[in-house]
């Protein structure tokens, strides 16, 4: 009886623990993390930037508002190496996902 009840708070400990994780992977990339409350705005990557440059910028343009959800998940998709120079569209209220993507494949604004 009492390795049945060790056993069954083990097992509620780690529910816990994984929906918590689930929880929190799920609000880093679907949660919105960029202008939010704001209107879109234009965002310049240069050819020179690396993506600690890059990051810093909009963190301190007021463009992202959690600047280690975007580093993390820029870093598990590869975007961190693989950074693509020009003139980017940010929405209000876009997620960390849509806006990688949108910078991993240069879904750039043409530049006149």
């Known amino acids: 009886m009492n390795k049945l009840k060790i056993f069954a708070t083990a097992l509620v400990v780690f529910t816990i623990f994984l929906s918590s994780f ?3 992977i799920y609000q880093l990339i679907y949660a ?4 939010i409350g704001k209107e879109p705005h234009f ?8 993506f600690d440059e890059f990051r810093d910028r909009l963190y301190n343009e007021n463009i992202v508002n959690n600047s280690m ?3 993390l998940l ?3 998709m ?5 950074i693509k120079p020009g003139k ?3 929405e ?3 997620n960390n996902l849509s806006v990688i993507r949108k910078l991993r494949s240069g879904d750039q604004v043409p530049v006149r």
Request: no cysteine.
């Open 88 to 90: 980017y569209l940010i």
């Open 74 to 76: 820029a870093k598990w």
């Open 78 to 82: 590869n975007y961190d190496k693989n």
């Open 92 to 94: 209000g209220n876009e």
């Open 22 to 24: 689930t929880f929190y």
């Open 32 to 35: 919105p993390n960029f202008l």
């Open 69 to 71: 959800a975007f580093s």
């Open 43 to 50: 965002v310049y990557v240069y050819s020179d930037d690396s």
